[in-house]
């Protein structure tokens, strides 16, 4: 779910090029935040010359797009632990981690997203994509015969995640990881109790 | 849960003022959201003289954090239906109204708390109000023997309520009030089936 997946490298120079300007937006975000980010700072910590940025991303926002869709050809899905319980923990956690790290770029990206609507556009794209790929942690758990095949694989998702950032980025409270844990956990069993299902 | 109450008026010129004020402030939020708040726009709205409004609350920000305090001071509770499923219905239909009313004042706050830190802190402070009083749905469950008396409240009305925050605000998708009829529901009966309590 982290916004911290980097283009894959396959060689040539422009790719190169991107891979390395992409990192150091990054850097530059997670330290400055987006008011502080730069074309000029993405060029000097890049190592690629600023004129360069300049044609190919023209803005700071260009680059905020770039970085996220970038994430979409990213090789992220979620991880594959054996049961939907143990798939929605290190979910949790993944996305815990993401918004709790001290500097956060997710929520660097988030903020920027309420400033620029390319930005908003961007995040929206990432995170449909995102969440299309974890359905799948559920699509195990019918094919495991942990849940039955009527539950809504979003909805046990988003019973998952939601808790955490709406938690941590709007209301602007802690949460602690135990907590994460907990909405993990209660998510599985409700879908296993099949709570959610179009029968229940 | 809206940011929609206005401060009660008892009586006085100054509470009509602020009433007034306040008042043309949401109505100048939901039409121009935060970038076309102004103060000369609220006051001109309000019909209170702009020195008036400077003197007493000097910039923008300051107009919203004393929209958000004085959602603090007013009566907002959650309907007392009967039922912990019946309660967390309207609780969800009240935040999905808000948030997908158009133009939608909640909306507009939410983008303002990503701009100005003062506006953060207003907001923090007035859901962490709204969610404290909101608890007493489960605490009325509990009363009932609807559910266990280790449940945790506020991870109940979390479970109900934020996907439709992560959905309509953070990952800007639509959700129908089916879907936060249907949270609401999902959250009473994990509730109900002891998912979230200490023993669970």
Redesign the interface.
Known sequence: MTTGERASRPGGRTARVRADVLAAVEAELAEHGYDGLTIDGVAARSGVHRTTVYRRWKTVAGLLVDLLRAGLDDSWEPADTGSLEGDLLKLNREVHTALTERPSITQAV??AS??TPEA?EA??AF??DR?RRSAVVVRRAVVRGEVDPSIDPH?VV??A???L???L?????PLSRA?AD??A??AA??AQ?G??SSH?
């Not at 980025?169 to 409270?173: D, H, I, N, P, S």
């Open positions: 988030i903020a309420f400033r908003a995040l929206t995170w449909a969440y909805q988003m019973t995640t939601a808790p950032y709406h938690q980025v709007l209301l602007r409270q907590s907990r909405y956990r209660a069993l409700s109790s709570i959610g229940a």
